[in-house]
């Protein structure tokens, strides 16, 4: 009897430890080190003039995500549009894919280059008396360049790191089974862009927007751009004469010296459907233009957005 008093005790003490843990199969628990909304950049308050950025294709120099057979970069790519999201989403930036649109080249403001300089995977299991646990692990890092695109000079460089995990678990043979997780790769270049996209987007702000003037017209100045970049009536605009050219000895590299103010000019009417058609007619309100070489010539946002 007391043999079968314990018998009964032993099978009730196992029941109720697993009693203890929920009895749904679990779910796939994933985990970045560095969090996703690190990544995301706020929109602008207020409207916003869009700097252009070509996105030049990421390359992969680790030997992970390479199909030799279809000639693809798989984890370039991933690289690549996962940074376009991220700018866009922010709405301070337009946006130019480089294999898409070659004639941008000359567009822009500022490349963008990047590169997954790391990655690595790592599983492991746990096995206890009631539960068995496996991860998987994924590292990544990326390398960014900001590059002028009138001098091509790197302005600004920067490395992020980034982890992803994804976890499985049964107890008493209840829980969950995961193979091979194909999306941990993404969700590590993701937290390592997340981790530098930031400071890449505060660069590229630095600088004030600039456009070009297309034709001047008595008092009428057209110049480049429209909507799609922020620009509305009523906005007032500076222009500048071109600042000296002189050869930097230490790097031997042409720069050009700020620009001096010779006008300022008000946004009168804006024509155009699309980035690729657009221009603004505006109103010389203040100095002279006439007389003056228009590639010699730019204008600058002051400040004074309607």
Partial sequence: MNNHRLAVVGLASVMGFGCAVPSAPSKVVRSDVIAMDSGVL????????KRKVLIQRFSNETTYGKSILLGQDVMGKQASDIMSARLAASQKFLLFDE??????????????????????RATSSETGVFSKTKTQ?????????VVDARSGIVIFSSEGRGEAESKT???????????????????AISAAISNVVGSIAERMLDDPWRSSILDLTGSVCTIAGG?????????????????KRIRN?????????????VAEVVVRKLHGRSYADE?????????????????????QESGEQK
Avoid: H, W
């Fill in 137 to 145: 692990v994924a590292r990544a890092a990326v390398s960014l360049r």
């Fill in 169 to 187: 678990g049964k107890v008493m043979g209840v829980g969950t089974s995961q193979g091979f997780d194909s999306t941990l790769s993404e969700r």
């Fill in 99 to 120: 294999e898409v649109n070659a004639a941008a080249v000359g567009q822009a403001d500022y490349k963008l280059i990047g590169s997954v300089t790391e990655f690595g």
């Fill in 227 to 243: 909507r799609s970049q922020g620009l509305a009536e009523g906005d007032r605009l500076a222009v500048l004469r071109r600042g």
């Fill in 42 to 49: 706020a929109p602008p308050v207020g409207r916003f003039l």
């Fill in 249 to 261: 000895p230490q790097t031997n590299v042409e720069i050009e010296l700020p620009g001096a103010p």
């Fill in 279 to 299: 221009f603004c007619e505006c109103e010389v309100v203040s100095g002279q233009l006439g007389g003056i070489d228009l590639e010699q010539l730019f204008i």
